[in-house]
T-cell receptor
Framework: EAQVTQNPRYLITVTGKKLTVTCSQNMNHEYMSWYRQDPGLGLRQIYYSMNVEVTDKGDVPEGYKVSRKEKRNFPLILESPSPNQTSLYFC?????????????FGEGSWLTVV | GDSVTQMEGPVTLSEEAFLTINCTYTATGYPSLFWYVQYPGEGLQLLLKATKADDKGSNKGFEATYRKETTSFHLEKGSVQVSDSAVYFCALSDVSNTGKLIFGQGTTLQVKP
């Protein structure tokens, strides 16, 4: 089954404790990205990757890092989480980055930073 | 910059009622338009899409038509069911090669029996 898989789905952590949210897709997609969803704001892109070793900032990259060492994986790293990073995070992938490509989303990761 | 505006929610309807969720956009170029749905406790699922003006996307009884003249992509369904209760997001694709979607703020739909 074609899917985007994120882990963990739920996490409560403390301020400053580094964490990584993993993302994996099995569709051989070139493009992967991370979004955060906040009430009243919809989803906003954090980082995206056009291919292995190619990443770039989205609209809200501050406080996050990413890496793309393999085509299927695109982990999101919070080096020093803060309470304002409490949010619902989605990983997404698509065949290409061009207009009209369907973007597939994971099930989301609820992150609470206390 | 590009943006998407959706009608404020929540929207509460009785079963079998007609649904319209308004969505308007501002964009340079010719973006594709999407509706995504998020059922309680689940991730985002693509509901339908349209890639050019006057295209109609449809799925599961939902429809939306890409109206360039009014920059709109309103979601409609003739008869909603309780199982349609969810959050609906309108989105457009950034025409640059970033694979980015620009989302509206989401509209919560609650359908009562």
């Amino acid at each position: 089954e074609a899917q985007v898989t994120q882990n963990p789905r739920y996490l409560i952590t403390v301020t400053g404790k580094k964490l990584t949210v993993t993302c994996s897709q099995n569709m051989n997609h070139e493009y992967m990205s991370w979004y955060r969803q906040d009430p009243g704001l919809g989803l906003r892109q954090i980082y995206y990757s056009m291919n292995v070793e190619v990443t770039d900032k989205g609209d809200v990259p501050e406080g996050y890092k990413v890496s793309r060492k393999e085509k299927r994986n695109f982990p999101l790293i919070l080096e020093s989480p803060s309470p304002n990073q409490t949010s619902l995070y989605f990983c997404a992938s698509s065949l290409g980055g061009g207009n009209g490509n369907t973007i597939y989303f994971g099930e989301g990761s609820w992150l609470t930073v206390v | 910059g590009d943006s998407v505006t959706q009608m404020e929610g929540p929207v509460t309807l009785s079963e079998e009622a007609f649904l319209t969720i308004n969505c308007t956009y501002t964009a340079t170029g010719y973006p594709s338009l999407f509706w995504y749905v998020q059922y309680p406790g689940e991730g985002l699922q693509l509901l339908l899409k349209a890639t050019k003006a006057d295209d109609k996307g449809s799925n599961k009884g939902f429809e939306a038509t890409y109206r360039k003249e009014t920059t709109s992509f309103h979601l409609e369904k003739g008869s909603v069911q309780v199982s349609d209760s969810a959050v609906y997001f309108c989105a457009l694709s950034d025409v640059s090669n970033t694979g980015k979607l620009i989302f509206g703020q989401g509209t919560t739909l609650q359908v009562k029996p």
